[in-house]
């Protein structure tokens, strides 16, 4: 850092030179200086570079176990065989129905093959009673208790496109939600 | 202006957000910047002002820094252009900060040598009359007399020429020149010198 040229070392010089320096020299910043700068930077917050820079580290555990739960999911979809047909599929083997019977109480009733489930249904077929799909349940001529489960008769799908007789009583592929209780409206 | 490996190092982390390293590095130049201030402005609570918002607007841009290049430059040309700031939006000879009026009130003068009670006030005399100097020449005169810093490095802290700076020390000289001769109470021999 020297420019002996410019420096000409003339008495004008020596006394600029101690001028400033007698002016600044031995001088410090008090430590509150410092004090205010970080007080600033921390309400601030960080720079610019920090403060836009996204912090990976949670995004990448998030991830991790976004891609742990997806896997569990998918094993879990993974049958034996391979992967199901649908949702559905991973029903119970047996079929379910809700039956409309105030002899039976109330409840799930699993069977275990279709040809009972027909039996079963053909001993109903004067009991059910006919509705059309959307509309709530009118059954005048049975009295339904007001604290059991609504009368909807549930069958999977592929069941439903076996047995047509079952058309009045399953929507789709979704149970009839119809009935006198808030629940199911 | 040459970087050490430790300010290198603490750019980096200061880069990242490291408030620690950044801190370091306030303690590495916060002496220079502050005396840089002060010669120019005169004034101790405007320099602290000036160093404060200097460092603040240094970690904020510091990501702006190349790689291997140190901060000194930069943040002299950040304290030359706020005190250019406070310059303008200040008048200078009324502000005398109270610490300063205290601390001329009690120094020793009875318990100094006359020389150098003579020579403290020859200093306050010329720096008088550099603090009378247009802003780029009196900032310009600084840089070059209290740091020695080249003609190339001011050049590179005033974003000039270097030609330019050549120019602006020698019209500081010269109306340094004439003030001090203009001046009553400067020596006639000190006087003679500068003729």
């Known amino acids: ?185 | 202006m040459a970087i050490t490996e430790e300010e290198l190092k603490l750019i980096v982390r200061a880069k990242q957000g490291d408030l620690e390293a950044f801190e370091t590095l306030y303690e590495m130049h916060k002496g220079p910047i502050y005396r840089t201030a002060l010669a120019i402005i005169g004034d101790r609570s405007a320099a602290e002002e000036i160093l404060q918002e200097t460092f603040l607007r240094a970690f904020k841009h510091i990501h702006h820094v190349r790689q291997g290049v140190s901060l000194s430059p930069w943040l002299y040309r950040i304290t030359v252009n706020l005190a250019y700031d406070y310059g303008k939006a200040h008048s200078r000879n009324w502000q005398i900060a109270l610490d300063s009026i205290i601390e001329h009130l009690v120094a020793p003068a009875a318990a100094s040598p006359e020389h150098k009670v003579e020579e403290r006030e020859l200093h306050e005399l010329v720096y008088e009359a550099i603090d009378k100097l247009e802003f780029k020449q009196r900032a310009t005169l600084v840089l070059f007399y209290l740091h020695d810093f080249s003609l190339n490095e001011v050049s590179e802290i005033m974003d000039c020429p270097v030609g330019t700076v050549k120019s602006r020390l020698h019209y500081a000289r010269e109306n340094l020149r004439r003030e001090l001769l203009a001046d009553q109470r400067l020596p006639v021999g000190l006087a003679y010198e500068f003729t």
Do not use: C
Request: aromatic share 8%; no cysteine; hydrophobic share 35%.
């Open chain 1, 1 to 185: 850092m020297s420019s002996p040229n410019w420096h000409s070392g003339d008495e004008l010089d020596h006394l600029v030179q101690g001028a400033l320096e007698a002016q600044v020299s031995g001088k410090e910043p008090p430590n509150r200086v410092w004090k205010r700068i970080k007080a600033e930077l921390q309400t601030d917050g960080s720079p610019p570079s920090h403060r836009y820079r996204i912090s990976w580290s949670p995004l990448v555990i998030q991830a991790a176990l976004t891609l742990l739960l997806v896997t569990i999911g998918g094993i879990a979809l993974l049958g034996p065989t391979g992967l199901r047909d649908s949702f559905y599929d991973m029903s119970p083997s047996g079929t379910i129905a809700y039956v409309d019977d105030e002899s039976i109480s109330p409840g799930v009733t699993v069977f275990d093959d279709e040809a009972e489930l027909r039996s079963l249904k053909a001993d109903f077929t004067s009991r059910i009673a006919s509705r059309p799909d959307t509309e709530p349940i009118s059954h005048p001529s049975v009295a339904i208790p007001r604290d059991v489960p609504p009368n909807v008769l549930f069958i999977e799908g592929r069941a439903l496109e076996s047995e047509p007789s079952l058309s009045l009583t399953v929507k789709g592929q979704n149970p009839i939600r119809s009935g006198p209780y808030p629940w199911y409206r």
